[in-house]
């Protein structure tokens, strides 16, 4: 995980092949310069980060259901709850489960859990549109590689 | 029973806090009751749950977009109310 630069995930561990799941992973680096003011002394994940490392589970599984053919764009959070710290060092696994896929939108509902405890949780709606123009696509797709995410199986060529 | 009507005005009136008694077969989710597309998405999440339905968003936004149809037609809740009761028949059928 690369908090500053919004990397997230680590990788995509499995994907359930009904589409309905997934689980990826995400190590909080030891250092990084979000902790230089969250908190100077005290370094802990913002909690919009960790909203943000459950978006971006959601959004593999928003890809791998409509094959990279649109891009999940995150647009409401709901019920988000963080129930306690999390620290450098610590690995968390990411869990995510479409609850809805409407026309042009997905709802889901996702999870933070480390070593087994749940840690934050959030209801996440994403509208789904069409790439925009320029290198969007080809970037999540390299980013894809990178984390493991099963490209073979879930991407058109 | 209550009616496609009642099902769709209590969701509104539910999801954006708009008084039920303001909410009327002949308003238009946009224009009258001010609903932004944000809200309409959590609108149709409850629409499409309630009446175990999809509705067709994007179609229609194209079609309003494209001049073939004007947002009246999707947007005045007796003409919602009217296509959820088409996409109920079809889906039964």
């Not at chain 1, 995400?26 to 310069?33: I, T």
């Not at chain 1, 709802?107 to 933070?112: E, R």
């Not at chain 1, 087994?116 to 797709?141: D, H, N, Q, Y």
């Not at chain 2, 009616?3 to 008084?19: G, L, Q, R, W, Y």
Request: with cysteine; net charge negative.
């Amino acid at each position: 995980m690369r908090p500053e630069v919004f990397k997230m995930i680590d990788r995509v561990v499995t994907i359930d092949p009904s589409l309905q799941k997934i689980h990826c992973q995400g190590l909080v680096p030891e250092e990084s310069s979000i902790f230089e003011g969250h908190f100077p002394g005290y370094p802990i994940m913002p909690g919009v980060l960790l909203i943000e490392a459950m978006a971006q589970t959601t959004g593999w599984l928003v890809l791998a259901r409509n094959r990279f053919n649109k891009m999940p764009f995150l647009a409401t959070v709901k019920e988000a709850k963080l129930r306690t710290f999390v620290l450098p060092g610590q690995n968390l696994d990411l869990y995510s489960e479409i609850l809805h896929e409407g026309s042009g939108f997905v709802v889901a509902k996702t999870q933070a859990m480390l070593e087994g405890k749940l840690i934050c949780s959030a209801e996440l709606t994403f509208r789904v549109l069409p790439w925009p123009e320029g290198k969007m696509k080809p970037v999540v797709m390299k980013v894809a590689e990178h984390v493991s995410f099963p490209l073979a199986d879930f991407a058109d060529a | 029973m209550s009616s496609t009507f009642d099902t769709v005005a209590n969701i509104i009136a539910e999801t954006c806090d708009i008084p039920r008694d303001t909410i009327t077969p002949d308003s238009h989710a946009i224009d009258d009751l001010g609903i932004d597309s944000l809200d309409f998405l959590d609108i149709a999440f409850a629409i499409d749950k309630a009446f175990g339905i999809k509705l067709p968003l994007e179609q229609w936004t194209q079609e309003v977009n494209d001049g073939k149809a004007t947002t009246e037609q999707y947007f005045v809740l007796k003409n919602l109310c009217a296509r959820i009761d088409e996409l109920v028949a079809a889906k039964a059928a």
